[in-house]
């Protein structure tokens, strides 16, 4: 491997998948304000994810709905004026 290239601040990392409550331990150089004792005891940064292989349908095989009508709702609010504006620039 070459020198020099590689982060200083590779650590161990708790990676917890939010959807799920399930958690593991890894290795990881990101940044995080958030700590948690893991199951060894020792205090670890806590890195919080939407989707993980405890959550995702490829790896579950089952299909789980995440309440996802509020982000399509807001999603719609910030943009759906644009989808508007060139149907009324065709017309005129």
Known sequence: MKKGIHPESYRLVVFKDISTDDAFLGRSCINSKDKITWEDGNEYPLVKMEISSFSHPFFTG?????????????????FGKF?????????A
Do not use: Q, S, Y
């Open 62 to 78: 089952k299909v789980k709905f995440i309440d996802t009508a509020g982000r399509i709702d807001k999603f719609n609010k910030k």
């Open 83 to 91: 989808a508007a504006a060139p149907k009324e620039a065709e017309e």
